[in-house]
């Protein structure tokens, strides 16, 4: 009876030691893709194109759709919201000017670039997952929920924008300086000192 213990135990040490090295290489993965932003969107776009030929060849999974679709609709209002809500809460630390006489300070974000994209693609790879498993195609009427999710995009965006018009700030970097660099200075009198 003692030697089950000890068999148990050391059958799971090597299946331990497998999952930690498998969790590296894709943590070390995962690392690497971080500054390579726009070929991270064009796997999750294609990703999500995937699901949708597959949920549009299945006639089926739309509630499975509905939920990833609301997930996304709460992660993009994280990722376009201030880290501090000047409406919710008064901080002492770095918060977004209301007058054109404040400082600029920068816009952080509550959900950053990277979570964003790692979350929307773990949810449409569990997504896709789920549409092997029959149990999840839920009978429904699809025209209804896709309206109600259009419904509920539209009043969210809506609210949205009124708070970023209300507190003067914008969550991308459209528009603002980057630093480019020192330029040469131009000598006027053509003398150069050699």
Request: aromatic share 20%; hydrophobic share 45%; glycine share 8%.
């Amino acid at each position: 009876m003692e030697g089950n213990g000890g068999d148990d135990a050391s059958a799971a040490a090597p299946l331990n030691q497998w999952r930690h090295d498998a969790w590296k290489i894709f943590q070390f993965y995962l690392d690497k893709s971080t500054p390579h932003a726009v070929y991270r969107w064009i796997g999750t776009f294609v990703l999500a194109c995937l699901y949708a030929l597959r949920v549009f060849y299945l006639q089926g999974f739309y509630i499975i759709s509905y939920g990833v679709g609301i997930y996304v609709l709460n992660l993009l209002i994280g990722f376009l919201s201030p880290l501090v809500d000047p409406e919710l809460e008064p901080s002492d630390g770095p918060s977004l000017p209301t007058k054109g006489s404040d400082e600029f300070k920068p816009f952080i974000r509550r959900l950053p670039e990277f979570k964003f994209w790692y979350a929307i693609t773990k949810a449409f790879c569990i997504a896709f997952v789920l549409t092997f498993f029959s149990m999840f195609d839920v009978p429904v009427f699809w025209p209804i929920l896709l309206f109600y999710w259009v419904v509920l995009f539209f009043l969210t965006m809506r609210r949205q924008i009124a708070h970023m018009i209300k507190y003067k700030y914008l969550p991308f970097n459209i528009g603002k300086q980057k630093y480019g660099g020192k330029k040469p200075a131009a000598s006027s009198s053509g003398f150069r000192g050699d």
